[in-house]
C-alpha cells in the first residue's frame, strides 16, 4: 500500500507530548493498515510496532514439519514476473495429495508467520493437503501487500494474478491435484488478491477464503484503496459470466482497518453472479463466548456458493489464529479449521457430480 515514512513519523514523534505518543503512533499505523487488533499483537507498545516495521522479513520456515513431512523454500517465475514461496508437503501425503491451498499473507506479514499464525500446515496434516505460501517482495509493495488496488494486477494474464495462478497451476501439476481439489485463502489483502484469483482464474481456483477481505475492482489506485478500506465501496468491477467461484468469507464486526462493507460486497457479488434462485440459511452461535453469525447460500440444486461468517468482538485478526503469528485472534471461531472443511466439501461435491 502507500509507502510509510517512517523518518516523518519519528520527526512527528519527537514534538508531540510524551502521553500523546503513543496514541499518535497507534493511529498513523492504523491509517496505513498496520496496526494489529487481535490478541496476538493488540497489547503491543505501537513504538515496538513501528521499530519493527524496519526489520526485513524473515524467508526462512518456522513452523517445523513433523517427520517425514517437508517445508521448503523455493522461487517461481514466469512471463509475468516471480515470488519467493514456501511449500508445505505434510507426511500423510506420502500417497497422494488430497488437495493443494494458496495461502496470501496480509500487509507487512510474511509468508512464514503466516503459516504460523493459520496453524494451516497443522490441518495439511490431517487432510492430506499441499500449502503454498507466495511471499510478496519488498521491491513490489514497501509493506508487503498484495497489489490487489492495482489495474494491472486485477486482470487474467499479467501481473500477480498471472504470478500466482502459474504457481498454483505447477504445483498442482506436480502433485496431480485437479483444479477442482485447488484453492486459495488470504487476509486482509492477501484476501483481496485471493477474490481477484477467484473471479480471473475460476479454471485454476476451485474455491477462494477471504478473512477481512475487498471485493475485486474496488479500488484502482492508493487513494480509492484507502476509501475502500474506510468503508468507501462504490462502484466495482462485476463478472458477467455468472459463473461465480463457492466463497467463505469471514469478517469481524470490530474491524477498523478493513470495514465490513467490503465483505458484504464480496457476498453480494458472488450471489449476483450466480443463478436467479438460491437459498439463504442462517444461524448464530457462539465459541469460547464469542458470537457469531453463519450465513450459508446454496443453489435450486444444492451446490453450495457461499458461506459468510459475521464474528461479533473480533477485529483485524485471523480469527482462530495462533498467538504465535501476527494479526491472530485465538478466541475463534477457527477460520482456518471451517476453511479447509468448506473447501473439502466442495472437492466431494465436484467428485460425486
Not at 522461487?75 to 506420502?94: H, M, N, V
Not at 488496488?149 to 496431480?176: N, W, Y
Not at 481439489?181 to 488470504?186: E, M, N, Y
Request: hydrophobic share 40%; glycine share 12%.
Amino acid at each position: 500500500m502507500k509507502p510509510l515514512d517512517l523518518g516523518a513519523l519519528r520527526r512527528v514523534i519527537a514534538d508531540a507530548c510524551p502521553g500523546n505518543a503513543n496514541d499518535l503512533v497507534r493511529r498513523t499505523l492504523a491509517r496505513h493498515g498496520l496496526a494489529a487488533e487481535g490478541s496476538g499483537t493488540a497489547a503491543e507498545n505501537p513504538l515496538s510496532a513501528l521499530s519493527r516495521l524496519r526489520e526485513k522479513p524473515s524467508t526462512t520456515p518456522t513452523a517445523r514439519p513433523i517427520p517425514g513431512a517437508r517445508f521448503d523454500a523455493r522461487s517461481f517465475t514466469c512471463a509475468a514476473g516471480g515470488r519467493d514461496y514456501l511449500i508445505y508437503i505434510p507426511a500423510s501425503a506420502k500417497d497422494g495429495a488430497t488437495g493443494l491451498i494458496m495461502m496470501l499473507h496480509g500487509c507487512t506479514q510474511t509468508h512464514a508467520d503466516f503459516a504460523v499464525g493459520t496453524g494451516m500446515n497443522t490441518l495439511a496434516e490431517q487432510h492430506r493437503l499441499i500449502v503454498v505460501y507466495p511471499q510478496q517482495s519488498r521491491g513490489d509493495n514497501a509493506q508487503s501487500c498484495w497489489n490487489w488496488f492495482s489495474p494491472g494486477d486485477q486482470r487474467r494474464g499479467r501481473g500477480e494474478p498471472a504470478i500466482l495462478a502459474g504457481l498454483a497451476t505447477e504445483i498442482a501439476r506436480s502433485h496431480d491435484v485437479p483444479p477442482s481439489r485447488t484453492f486459495v485463502a488470504g487476509l486482509s489483502a492477501g484476501a483481496a488478491m485471493a477474490v481477484i484469483l477467484g473471479e480471473t482464474y475460476a479454471d485454476v481456483f476451485a474455491a477462494v477464503g477471504a478473512h477481512s477481505g475487498l471485493p475485486l475492482g474496488i479500488a484502482r489506485d492508493v487513494p480509492s484503496a484507502f476509501a475502500a478500506m474506510a468503508g468507501s465501496v462504490g462502484n466495482a468491477a462485476r463478472r458477467g459470466d455468472r459463473r461465480p467461484t463457492p466463497t467463505i468469507i469471514f469478517q469481524g464486526s470490530a474491524d477498523h482497518t478493513v470495514h465490513g462493507s467490503n465483505a458484504d460486497r464480496i457476498a453480494a457479488d458472488i450471489i449476483a453472479a450466480g443463478p436467479e434462485q438460491t437459498f439463504l440459511d442462517r444461524i448464530s452461535d457462539q465459541t469460547n463466548g464469542r458470537g457469531f453469525v453463519r450465513e450459508t447460500t446454496t443453489t435450486s440444486d444444492g451446490a453450495m456458493l457461499l458461506e459468510y461468517w459475521k464474528v461479533e468482538g473480533l477485529g483485524h485478526a485471523w480469527s482462530g489464529g495462533e498467538p504465535g503469528g501476527s494479526y491472530t485472534d485465538p478466541k475463534g471461531p477457527n477460520a482456518s479449521a471451517e476453511m479447509v472443511r468448506f473447501f473439502l466439501n466442495l472437492g466431494e461435491e465436484s467428485a460425486g457430480s
